[in-house]
């Protein structure tokens, strides 16, 4: 099929609108943390870098721990990726593929966890660990990242588990396959593209979260990204310079994991859903 | 299917990881909304509905309700309108798709914290890239601040937090779009019908449940965005967003009033679980229609 | 003859012993600060690592935390009994963690460290109450009026000293897109102190009355309010977002003719023009009735917040080591021209003037020193501390009655009339606090 050239126009017009929109804010960062901290306060700013330096990125290695909080919060994340997809999975058959009593009421049970406001369970759940010995301790986030990616992770596979027609269950259980086998052996490869875009929200959830990091972790080793970087944005003096270089830092992990998988991803999610 | 014991081992380990991690926590919160505690770990006494009627009988709770619901239908327009452009764009075919669609992700990826620096430095009058940007297009003659009237922070704020949450929309959008066989469109098109014809009549009944799941998720995720509007205004100018989770941080850790911050939340709660009760059985609802 | 070995054996069981009975285990003491920029971070590590080298029977960890969550973690932590051993604070932050019975006074402590170093007596006042001390001084921050001599007097300006002189000041330099002042409007805390330091040069001092009611909409406030919201308007935009690394980073690009701040060298060092003859630096201008200028300023202190004796008592050889002049110096210049000394001694201290930048701005730390002397701050001025100071000042409560003028458009007065949000009933356990003092 041919555009005409108006439809052309509109089209990439809108990607352009898209890719500066979501672009440019970035590339100010990017090319924000190698100016000089002269250029960087200028009052004319500049689209283009007149000066380069690497004065912030070394003032971030030399004076903060950055490295090791990128390792909590990949830690953090992975961990609390593969429990939600844990937990996520077989709820979300049993809710959407299985019949059993009181089936609806559970499930609206869970979906109401997004009903609370994520502030109100602080104090009491910051008693809880303290009691049970989980302050400072990065087992408290997996546990906290879980319980808030858990609920929209489930709801999310059933989209998933709704495009897999019923037939090929029924079919497996002619055949006299256990439920877990069907689940493991027939189910999987077919919601895979689910399963991917569960685990990535789960670990995107956990690699952001802010209020929880910052009050459940006491000690500077055990920080995560963004409470580290939260960490550098001074009282009493703003370095924009190293807060870009901590900005660019707390970006390029994600992005570049994401080059890895997030092709497979999108793909997944947009194109798995028509076979 | 027909297994009762198996499904409750499939659902037990989630639900029961919920209840000790969120609804243990909420008991506590209820049992304190009916206590009188200052300080967090100071000692209280119960003093039965006091703090609703202090709440219920307070404009400023009501406020913050009513901010919230604007804060929550703006960003549900804002960023369904943003997404649909977006997923509708993306749904096409152009050299480059594939990078746009694993790409236009970005904003989302970020934490909170990193978002806000780069607004805050982007937006602000001395040094920040936009006002200049909006100087030389000729929309304004002299640097603006972004969050220095009401109506300004709260619209930024808006703005903002769709710029960070539009992407997640249009990749869950662009998976409903794609469930659409193209053969409707093969056929409509045969029918001599136009691109406005075609998605009136196909795309958008069709993509209707997807946008029921992420209207209902959208309006609970977004009311409960706390940290960037805390980052950035922490409820101001003058209480011009202060919604209700930054009403409740604030009585709780700003006001010393624990208690009372927990009566928020509880109320805050119950509104919230009867939208998400309402809703899920519009939805079932609609669903079994079809 | 003993074999090797069998020497060996015995020695080690005889250092064993001796270790045992000279010192017992090393006391563990964690400070919880919130200097969290990393190269005071640094400063301080150094600094700890120091002390722990030459006390083997005690050891500091720091870790350190920020403003913004410190008022939920702290007494979060206590009440689950995970709090540090020390604690940095400020006046109205040791008030809250008082109300929660876990501040120990360190009345002796201090008088020791009196005797021995003289505190400035304005830095010791705001922890003074109840018949106790409830910190240590650490370190004082004073605002004062910044600016360039160069660009005043391009302007034909005199350094202003009264407010009609300030006003006429900030005109002149409000030119070709520049602001003649930069104050910020923020509901946070640099816009308490700022808008506090015009109280205080208005005669609105005092904020409570006598029997802890709230003194907010007299006419000396009201006046304060008033000409904040009229200076302002030569002030950014974005003023309502600032906090003080805004005014510093408008300051350093000669965007604002003028700031009022605790101090600005570091920055104007390292990312503008670095002279030295040109930073400018003066009290905060007084009412045209007032005759001399006050300022705010803030006495930061350590809190000592630990039960254990043995604890206790590292911690204090830990504070007498800290206030030492050979080491009190380099504990200010973690942020050289920031901190000042709260000890006649650390004034004098060579470790104090010997740091590079200090040195090179000699005659700028030595005004802002000058200032600090008449430095006071809201809610501690009458020697009486009501506890609902703690909850004004984490709710921003100076700040927020100003954005109802300059965002709102109310009047002063109307905006100075406190409401039940502005003016919190005393928490429940204030009873408790004074009851056990």
Known sequence: MRRTFGQSLSLYGGVLVIALAIGLPFWWVLTGSIKLPKEIIQRVPTMVPHSFTLQHFEKLLQASDFPIYLFNSMVVALFSTAFTVLLALPAAYAFFRMEFPGRNALYKTILLAYAFPGVVVLIPLYGLFAKVGLIDSPVALVIVNVAFALPFSIWMMRSFLATVPREIEE?????????TTILVRILMPLIAPGIASVAIFAFISSWTEFLFASVLIVSDVRRTIPVGFAGIIGQYQIDWGLLLAGATAAIIPVVALFALVGRWFVAGLTDGAVK | MKNTTLAFAFVSPALLFLLAVLGWPLVQAAILSFQDVGVIGSEGHFIGLGNYATILGD??????????????????????LLALAAALILNQKFPGVRIARTWIILTWIVPTVVVVIIWRWLLSPSGGMINPLLIQAGVIERPVGFFATREGAMTTLIMINSWRWFPFTTLMMLAGLTRI?????????IDGAGTFQRFKRITWPLLQPTLMVLGVVGTLLSFNVFDVIWLLTAGGPSGATQTLPVLIYETAFKGYR???AATISVLTSILLMGFAFLTTRAMTAAEADR | MMGPTRFLTIAGFAATLLAGTAYAEPVDLTVWHMEQPPHRVQRMKELLDEFNAAHPDIQVKQEPQSWGEVYAKAPAAFAAGNGPD??????????VLKGINVVVPVDDLVKDLDSKHGFVEATLAPYKYDDHVWAVPAYNMAISLWYRNSVLKAAGVEVPKTWSEWQAAAEKLSTDGKSGIGLPANKQLYTDQTVYSFMVNSGAGDLYNDDGSIAFDKPETVKAYDFYSKLAKFSPADNSTWTWGEAEACFANSSC???????????YETQAEGDAADLGVAPVPHADDESASATISYSNAIMLTTKDEAKQNAAKVFLTWLLEPANYGRFLTMEPGLFLPVTNDGAKAESFWS????????????????????GKLFGFTTGKVFPSIGAISAQ????????????????????????RRVCPKSPPNSGHAGERS
Do not use: C, H
């Not at chain 1, 079919?171 to 439920?179: K, N, Q």
């Not at chain 2, 066989?181 to 098109?189: F, H, N, S």
């Not at chain 3, 003719?257 to 920055?267: E, H, K, R, S, Y």
């Open chain 1, 171 to 179: 079919a497996a259980i002619v055949d006299g396959a256990p439920t």
């Open chain 2, 59 to 80: 404009a400023g709770f009501w406020r913050a309700l009513g901010r919230s619901v604007v804060w929550v239908l703006s960003n549900a327009l804002v960023q369904t």
């Open chain 2, 181 to 189: 066989p193209g053969d409707l469109y093969e056929a409509a098109r």
């Open chain 2, 258 to 260: 624990l208690s009372e």
């Open chain 3, 86 to 95: 020390l604690l940095f604070t400020i006046p109205d932050f040791t008030t």
């Open chain 3, 257 to 267: 003719g003028m700031i009022l701040q605790f101090g600005v060298i570091n920055t």
């Open chain 3, 355 to 374: 740091d590079k930048t200090v040195t090179k701005y000699k005659s700028q730390v030595e005004t802002m020193i000058a200032n600090s002397q008449t």
């Open chain 3, 396 to 419: 921003n409560v100076i700040a927020e009655t100003l954005q109802r003028v300059v965002v709102d458009g109310q009047s002063a007065a109307d905006a100075a009339r406190p409401g």
